[in-house]
T-cell receptor, first 113, second 114 residues
Framework: NAGVTQTPKFQVLKTGQSMTLQCAQD?????MSWYRQDPGMGLRLIHY???????DQGEVPNGYNVSRSTTEDFPLRLLSAAPSQTSVYFC????????????FGPGTRLTVT | GNSVTQMEGPVTLSEEAFLTINCTYT??????LFWYVQYPGEGLQLLLK?????DKGSNKGFEATYRKETTSFHLEKGSVQVSDSAVYFC?????????????FGTGTKLQVIP
């Protein structure tokens, strides 16, 4: 049982490049989320999904796209990278219902130059 | 909207000292409350949780009690160890239907020195 996996662990992009951050979970969780973590700001929700084929925006969605074609996978796409997207990105999954805790991946550290 | 306020760090303690990290929240209804811990270079992992008023969550010697009257969920440990050095996040999750967006505090860094 691998839990939540993320690739790559580190990435450096030039401004304007695009890339996809991968996230997968093997716990059959219906909910998946992408967060970014910046110093002094805690975690901010980028996009989330409540099941295959269903996604919605969080509080900071601009510049990012998501899709969820399977229960297991929830990739995050950066369309045209900007230095403001330099951050650590975490994927999380959870069951629905009250009290459900989130399970986090190890994170991707992204630097945009 | 919902919000979580944590005491600012870093907090530096000597080994075996008593730890308190304050957390207060603003939310409608009765959210579930969580403490997550993040060790260097890793993702967050659940430390403990409480789902209703007066519940006490506990794990690995850490405790927190859901206080509805003071809207607080303070984290405590009686005797910290060097291995407890990490960043601690308080979080809440509403109970309304559908996807319940989790609100995180900004995190409190704890450093325990031998």
């Amino acid at each position: 049982n691998a839990g939540v996996t993320q690739t790559p662990k580190f990435q450096v992009l030039k401004t304007g490049q695009s890339m996809t951050l991968q996230c997968a979970q093997d716990m059959n969780h219906e909910y998946m989320s992408w967060y970014r973590q910046d110093p002094g700001m805690g975690l901010r929700l980028i996009h989330y999904s409540v099941g295959a084929g269903i996604t919605d925006q969080g509080e900071v969605p601009n510049g990012y796209n998501v899709s969820r074609s399977t229960t297991e996978d929830f990739p995050l796409r950066l369309l045209s990278a900007a230095p403001s997207q330099t951050s650590v990105y975490f994927c999380a999954s959870s069951l629905g219902g009250k009290g459900g805790e989130q399970y986090f991946g190890p994170g991707t550290r992204l630097t945009v130059t | 909207g919902n919000s979580v306020t944590q005491m600012e760090g870093p907090v530096t303690l000597s080994e075996e000292a008593f730890l308190t990290i304050n957390c207060t929240y603003t939310a409608t209804g009765y959210p579930s409350l969580f403490w997550y811990v993040q060790y260097p270079g890793e993702g967050l992992q659940l430390l403990l949780k409480a789902t209703k008023a007066d519940d006490k969550g506990s794990n690995k010697g850490f405790e927190a009690t859901y206080r509805k009257e003071t809207t607080s969920f303070h984290l405590e440990k009686g005797s910290v160890q060097v291995s407890d050095s990490a960043v601690y996040f308080c979080a809440l999750r509403p109970r309304s239907g559908g996807y319940q967006k989790v609100t995180f505090g900004t995190g409190t860094k704890l450093q325990v020195i031998p």
